[in-house]
């Protein structure tokens, strides 16, 4: 099963001149590529040169067995990238043919998925309610003239959480992007980085889906993964907040991925030593 993940550093680049990823982020990106090729396949980094560049400079690039792809640097111009900060994933799905997984490097997969989701046209790691400070009603978005949503849209159906999606439908693939970079690309959007994004990235998903007659398998229940009962899938996401702000916790978690990826994958030990941002600060 192939796999993707994806890097657009315009966002992080508002900010800043250089780019650079945190400790923490290294390392779940590298476990998240790992993990995936240890049990389900084979993976690739599509990004931008930014990207490209960095991966090569802290020397990661292996990770990736099916390489690193240099193609995000021609949507720069195309959609607000501090309100579309996630823009990146969307055409980089665009760019490519189905059955594939989209994967964010904080998400790592620890079994394998072939027998729950092979079959599956589209398959999203678990479907979400549809609060209003999130998710509003269409009648929130300030549109360019000459677009309009569609017609055929089922707004009540749930959105997707796509953390990790898998994709095995050609014409869904090219439906669902493109009704999505649409909608970025024609979004007179406000300030708000979250309700614009999301419903370009997990709202639009399910109702082209709904649209397409595609059934939705949703691989837990949210009330499953906030529990901590199931022990198949790690997403970092709002536990980075946690991270950014408490070294103690950052020292002690990245510690345990590192011991995590030695044990599992004792031929990137010296890879792990060479970064010079992992190695200064921790044992190795």
């Keep these: 099963m192939k796999a993707f993940h994806s890097n657009w550093t315009a966002p992080y680049l508002i900010n800043s001149s250089l780019y650079e990823m945190k400790d923490y982020e290294i390392l779940t990106t590298i476990l998240s590529a790992l993990k995936w090729r240890e049990k389900n396949g084979s993976i690739k980094m599509i990004t931008d040169r930014v990207g490209e560049s960095y991966y090569k400079k802290i020397g990661i690039e292996s990770i990736w067995d099916l390489g690193i792809e240099c193609k995000l640097d021609s949507i720069n111009h195309l959609v607000n990238n501090e309100i579309f900060w996630a823009a990146g994933k969307i055409y980089a799905l665009s760019m490519e ?6 994967i964010d490097t904080d998400f790592i997969i620890w079994q394998s998925l072939d027998t729950c989701i092979k079959e599956s046209s589209l398959a999203v790691i678990h479907r979400e309610g549809i609060d209003p400070f999130v998710y509003p009603d269409k009648d929130y978005f300030n549109l360019k003239d000459g677009y309009n949503f569609d017609n055929q849209w089922n707004w009540e159906v749930e959105p997707c ?87 103690t916790l950052r020292r002690q978690f990245c510690q345990k991925i590192i011991k995590r990826i030695i044990k599992d994958f004792p031929e990137y030990k010296s890879m792990l030593r060479n970064i010079q941002q992992i190695s200064t600060k921790y044992n190795i």
């Design 97 to 102: 043919k189905g059955p594939i997984a989209m």
């Design 161 to 247: 959480n796509t953390a990790f999606a898998y994709f095995n439908d050609e014409k869904f693939i090219k439906e669902y992007t493109k009704a999505s970079i649409e909608f970025m690309e024609n979004a007179k959007v406000d300030d708000n980085r979250i309700t614009n994004m999301v419903f370009a990235e997990q709202r639009i998903i399910s109702m082209v889906a709904d649209k397409m007659n595609l059934k939705i398998y949703e691989m837990e229940t949210l009330d499953r993964l906030l529990s901590g009962k199931q022990k198949n899938y790690t997403h970092l996401w709002g536990y980075k907040r946690i991270l950014n702000i408490d070294d």
